[in-house]
């Protein structure tokens, strides 16, 4: 038999295949890996076919051997799980530049001085008005936006 005629027989094969490797592989994107796989097999080793038999029961035992041989691959590797389903879940972004920012805070909030530390603190945190932030300190209101305004100027320089 000529190389061209039993790449004809091959080809006339094809539907056969893609049906078996269907019955194999659910997944119609494996199926179609597996089949490729097998044809290319088939083709590169067409000098071990034997003349006189079928053409067919030769594919399919290459198909079947391919199949086997996946499946034991994928009992020795365990279960695929694709990288999208886990990686939200294990992802954790780095703190250390946080950290390091946490750390100039505290370092210029201790360079404040206690007055307007604590005018921070009260109108900031706290959320209180100049108003009664001036009459819990007993200073004047202006002394109070001087302080605040002094406060977060360093914290802006320090930062």
């Not at 954790?92 to 750390?103: A, S, T």
């Not at 209101?141 to 360093?154: D, E, F, I």
Request: net charge neutral; glycine share 4%.
């Amino acid at each position: 038999m000529t190389d061209e005629r039993l790449m004809q027989e091959i080809e006339a094969q094809i539907p056969h295949l893609r049906r078996y490797a269907r019955s194999l592989e659910p997944a119609p994107d494996r199926a179609d890996d597996l089949m490729q796989d097998c044809l290319e097999r088939g083709m590169s080793r067409i000098d071990r076919f034997e003349a006189g038999t079928d053409i067919r029961s030769w594919l399919f035992a290459i198909m079947h051997n391919l199949f086997i041989d996946s499946m034991r691959r994928r009992r020795r590797r365990g279960h695929h799980v694709p990288v999208e389903e886990w990686l939200e879940e294990t992802h954790q972004p780095p703190d250390q530049i946080d950290h390091l920012r946490l750390q100039d805070l505290d370092r210029a909030l201790a360079d404040l001085k206690p007055r307007d530390r604590w005018i921070l603190h009260l109108v900031v945190f706290e959320g209180k008005r100049y108003q009664d932030v001036a009459r819990e300190l007993d200073i004047a209101v202006g002394t109070v936006k001087s302080g605040l305004s002094r406060a977060r100027r360093r914290l802006t320089r320090a930062a």
